[in-house]
T-cell receptor, first 115, second 115 residues
């Protein structure tokens, strides 16, 4: 059974800092990994998706890396801003083909960026 | 492109009552998912549809939860009778395969409170 763990559970940083969020998963046979952002009372917004064959993806100030063999992913946020404050969720889809696209989520990291 | 639509956004009911949630996925997305997100947890998949058919409902409490997706478009999720532990946000998501990539897009969710 796939388990996803995110560390730290909460993080508070001053504006302008670079920061790293961590995600680990127990079954390395994944198809892809997604990072999501969730604002209070809102749904999930997809930030980055990394296929199992890829090592990293970048979008603006965000960079996500994937080390499938060690079961780890990191989300790097550069020059953090108060608007980055949200919960960040990591989710993995197992490989193996077929039509089951279920995502297994971690519990998330609550990020607060202080002005 | 319109996103995933859900209604209602909020619902408060008493235990043992019934409730239904509605989801309209992104146009053309064949796969639809219902997730349950309890406060402080990551979303957990309840059921996945591929067009009209159910792909995975292994974590759906079938004694009280039911879901259908008529004509392969809209979907409804019903709880009858509701229990206190059903208080959660119910998220609907949809996805479309593009070049082997299955990226899930989430709706805003329905926040259910059972008293």
């Amino acid at each position: 059974k796939q388990e996803v763990t995110q560390i730290p559970a909460a993080l508070s940083v001053p504006e302008g800092e670079n920061l790293v969020l961590n995600c680990s998963f127990t079954d390395s046979a994944i198809y892809n990994l997604q990072w999501f952002r969730q604002d209070p009372g809102k749904g999930l917004t997809s930030l980055l998706l990394i296929q199992s064959s890829q090592r990293e993806q970048t979008s603006g100030r965000l960079n996500a890396s994937l080390d499938k063999s060690s079961g780890r992913s990191t989300l790097y946020i550069a020059a953090s801003q108060p608007g980055d404050s949200a919960t960040y969720l990591c989710a993995v889809r197992l490989g193996g083909g077929g039509s089951n696209y279920k995502l297994t989520f971690g519990k998330g990291t609550l990020l607060t960026v202080n002005p | 492109e319109a996103g995933v639509a859900q209604s209602p956004r909020y619902k408060i009911i008493e235990k043992r009552q019934s409730v239904a949630f509605w989801c309209n996925p992104i146009s053309g997305h064949a796969t639809l998912y219902w997730y349950q997100q309890i406060l402080g947890q990551g979303p957990k998949l309840l059921i996945q549809f591929q067009n009209n058919g159910v792909v995975d409902d292994s974590q759906l409490p079938k004694d009280r939860f039911s879901a259908e997706r008529l004509k392969g478009v809209d979907s409804t999720l019903k709880i009858q009778p509701a229990k206190l532990e059903d208080s959660a946000v119910y998220l609907c998501a949809s996805s479309l395969e593009l070049a082997g990539v299955y990226e899930q897009y989430f709706g805003p969710g329905t926040r259910l409170t059972v008293t």
